[in-house]
């Protein structure tokens, strides 16, 4: 065997062995490292579904949809994906193509285009992508960034670790924990993506010690990078808006995010840029009904949110009760 | 483009193709050039004039020197050349900082200084391709290389892509002759500087960029936290940039080895050292030994030119002559390290030690003790333990924000401060155990890439599995920009 072969030899069956390794710490770890959009049904389980959720974790905490499909009598879908954002959701609006009234739930967080979800190339079609970043004027760091997680996405099919690193470390951490009797576990879980059709949670950030604070924030900073509004995720929720519109009814909520996470990440500048992305898109399906739970000062307290952009249970009781309360004074109810 | 990045992987692999097909010296050297050149732009497209210029000015300044008979027009010539390098080196780097301490002092008469800034933008590498061009024309008018007889071979040198940004500074008799002769790599050099690179990657992307977040956020407000976390911030700081810089020239070496030249190491265990001496024997060792021989021991000549006498003031002149030389050196390397304050005292502060270290080691203040068994026993590990605390202190003061900033960050972590924050960081902490173990259990002189390239098939199998693993797993998402790049 030629030096050469024997070289290729090596490095074959390196790259094997640690792509055994990285499966079977992904499967060890429970790491989610498929883009599962698991179907999720709120009142009757009959018949098609009357309305569509499109929202990430943020919409799903925020608001008890069991009670508003129960109080509205409505049937609602969705295909929840972790971290997602309209550039998914537009995508998944396509598995309803019946539905007559459409929630979207956009916030600060889920609007960010520095802030990229983990299965974004899975679902979102790479020429969609190329054509978005082309049509916002994107800027090349972005552009580069954004192109790479679809080479990322190859990759992870033989390493699917690859680029999950945080979760591979609070994995490690939380088994660490659970083995040594469970005291310590998920103190930074904020920073794992949860599919949180059904999560609740007491905890407030209130009582957060601040270094664990300030390392959640530090750790957002990192994956998140410099905040922006205007770019392919702004094109999308206007894609999906104009699309749910041929559907029906549009109903948009803007879900607030903790004081800490405005405060420590976002400057005045991405405030206004965030409302005037939202104001295009008002402009853009002027038929649709706005609710600002953002707005709503009870909601601006770090008690009633269990991470930085998750609220928790209370914070979820006062959101849905204003929710309802905004539509039924809506000539526009659903 | 950085080298950690699936962008570099496809430039590189269509290099390599590229490569494959080229016939002759000449074609193999283009293509490089190229490379090279586009490399470049992928950071900055008009700054490749700048590297042009160098390089150009400096080939034909060294066609000059070895033209020239008489000294007066020798040195004319080498004129020429210093002053393009560090012309340009101190308009792109030290304008705004001149300007700024200009404005400080006119502040001091009540002049209004609003405005005194100017929009200049650093090229990157510019302290890196200057130096190494500059070496050329020394070393030509010492005598000791000829001139390179090729303007191909010398744009090739000065903007060979893998040592372009953040070196090491290789010095032209070292590169020159690899480029005058066809090179292909054998599968046992790629094979190990593949290994070479996969250790840089570990180093950057494993270590290096995991705990600069919160580095950085102690860095930014020192004042909010107690002494531990400080200490913690310091410990971090001196880990991240140890394997920042070595990952960013292990990947660099590694490069280079894959296309077949060979380059000297840039770090050798540093942490291991037992004198501060010997620290900058191990630490970025292309750029202390650039200041050896082109500015500490021409200094030392020249002051030893002017000291006639045996002593000053008691002291013995070879001594007072290296201090003199060794902190005008070290006050210049912190300058080229960056346009401030904090980087001059950093320089002069390692010069200082240096100082003391010579002192001390003529003095011998403790050779009544060397046969002592205790003494023998623990020298050793006090003497890395004060040579690292030396370090510590000193990358404090590198890495600090300002003066103010760093004088506030020791003096919180000297007075134990117990107020404010304690930030426990579960990066920082395995990161600096990790490098430890590396530098307490390994030979400090081991070249791990070639030795691991030559262990039995199974053990390499293992070792290659691991540090892709390592990488894959653990390695940060988006690289950032390696530090030495801003210098």
Redesign the interface.
């Known amino acids: 065997m030629s030096a050469r072969v024997r070289f290729i030899a090596t490095v074959g069956a390196a790259v094997l062995l640690a792509a055994l390794c990285t499966h079977l710490a992904a499967a060890a770890l429970d790491i989610q490292t498929k883009a599962a959009t698991g179907h999720k049904r709120f009142g009757s389980e009959h018949g098609a579904a009357q309305a569509l959720i499109s929202g990430s974790s943020l919409t799903y905490d925020g608001v008890n949809w069991r009670e508003v499909a129960g109080v509205l009598g409505l049937s609602i879908e969705s295909w929840p994906v972790p971290g997602s954002s309209p550039a998914e959701w537009e995508q998944l609006q396509r598995r309803s193509p019946h539905a007559g009234t459409t929630f979207v739930g956009v916030s600060l967080y889920d609007l960010n285009e520095a802030w990229l979800c983990d299965f974004r190339a899975n679902i979102v079609p790479f020429r969609q992508t190329l054509g978005d970043l082309w049509e916002s004027r994107s800027d090349r760091a972005f552009a580069k960034r954004l192109s790479t997680w679809y080479f990322l996405a190859w990759v992870r099919m033989v390493f699917p670790t690859a680029g999950r690193s945080d979760r591979v470390i609070f994995g490690l951490r939380d088994k660490a924990s659970s083995l040594l009797g469970g005291v310590g576990a998920d103190a930074d879980a904020g920073a794992k993506l949860r599919l949180a059709a059904d999560y609740t949670s007491d905890a407030k950030i209130s009582e957060w010690p601040e270094d664990r604070l300030l390392r959640r924030l530090d750790s957002m900073r990192g994956l998140q990078g410099k905040p922006g509004f205007a770019g392919p995720k702004h094109l999308a929720l206007l894609r999906l808006l104009q699309r749910a519109r041929r559907q029906g009814a549009v109903v948009v909520v803007v879900l607030p995010v903790s004081p800490p996470y405005v405060g420590g990440l976002l400057s005045q500048p991405d405030m206004e840029q965030f409302e005037a992305s939202l104001a295009d898109a008002k402009r853009a399906v002027p038929e649709a009904t706005w609710v600002r739970l953002d707005h709503v000062a009870r909601l601006k307290s770090a008690d009633y949110f269990s991470d930085l952009v998750h609220l928790n249970m209370q914070g979820r009781s006062i959101a849905t009760a204003e929710f309802l309360k905004s539509l039924a004074g809506r000539a526009t109810r659903p | 483009m950085i080298f950690a990045?699936?962008?570099f992987v496809a430039f590189f692999l269509l290099l390599l193709i590229g490569r494959s097909v080229c016939r002759s010296l000449s074609s193999d050297n283009w293509l490089l050039l190229l490379a090279s050149y586009a490399f470049y732009v992928s950071w900055s497209a008009p700054s490749v004039l700048l590297i042009l210029a160098v390089s150009l000015v400096d080939y034909h300044v060294g066609h000059r020197l070895a033209l020239a008979q008489l000294p007066r027009e020798r040195k004319r010539w080498l004129a020429v050349s210093i002053g393009t390098n560090l012309g340009l080196l101190g308009f792109f780097k030290y304008t705004n900082f001149l300007v700024a301490n200009a404005g400080w002092a006119a502040r001091v008469f009540g002049f209004d200084t609003a405005g005194w800034r100017f929009d200049i933008i650093l090229p990157v590498g510019i302290s890196f391709f200057t130096f190494k061009s500059m070496s050329y024309t020394l070393d030509v008018y010492r005598r000791t290389m000829q001139p390179c007889q090729s303007v191909r071979d010398y744009l090739l040198f000065v903007s060979f892509f893998p040592q372009l940004l953040a070196g090491p500074i290789v010095r032209a008799s070292e590169l020159l002759p690899q480029l005058a002769r066809r090179v292909r790599a054998?599968?046992?050099e790629?094979?190990s500087g593949?290994v070479q690179f996969g250790l840089g990657a570990i180093k950057k992307l494993v270590i290096a960029d995991?705990v600069a977040?919160?580095v950085?956020?102690i860095f930014a407000t020192p004042g909010q936290y107690d002494a531990l976390t400080l200490l913690q911030g310091a410990a971090g700081y001196t880990v991240q940039i140890y394997c920042d810089f070595s990952g960013y020239s292990d990947m660099a070496i590694g490069v280079a080895r894959i296309l077949g030249y060979r380059t000297a190491e840039n770090f050798q265990m540093p942490y291991s050292a037992v004198n501060i001496t010997e620290f900058w024997h191990r630490w970025h060792i292309s750029l202390s030994s650039w200041f050896r021989d082109y500015l500490f021991l021409p200094s030392a000549y020249a002051f030893s030119r002017r000291m006639q006498e045996e002593r000053y003031v008691g002291v013995r002149v070879d001594l007072v002559i290296y201090v003199a030389a060794i902190l005008t050196t070290f006050a210049v390397c912190g300058l080229w390290h960056g346009a401030s304050w904090t980087f001059v005292v950093w320089g002069c502060y390692h010069g200082i030690a240096l100082g003391t270290h010579r002192v001390w080691k003529v003095w011998r203040p403790l050779k009544a003790l060397a046969r002592h068994t205790t003494y023998k026993r623990w020298s050793a590990a006090v003497a890395r333990l004060v040579t690292l605390a030396v370090v510590v202190v000193g990358w404090v003061i590198f890495r600090a924000e300002s003066l103010e900033s760093a004088g506030q960050y020791l003096m919180r972590i000297g007075t134990l401060a117990s107020g404010g924050?304690?930030?426990?960081?579960?990066?920082i902490v395995p990161a600096c155990v990790a490098v430890c173990l590396v530098h307490l259990l390994t030979h400090k002189d081991r070249n791990w890439p070639v030795e691991i390239s030559q262990r039995p098939?199974a053990i390499?199998?293992?070792?290659?599995?691991?540090m892709?693993?390592l990488v894959?797993?653990?390695?940060?998402?988006?690289a950032a920009p390696f530090i030495y790049f801003q210098f």
């Open positions: 990045s699936f962008e054998s599968a046992v790629i094979e593949l995991q977040g919160h950085n956020l924050t304690r930030l426990l960081s579960p990066y098939v390499r199998v293992v070792s290659y599995a691991f892709i693993f894959v797993s653990f390695g940060a998402t988006d």
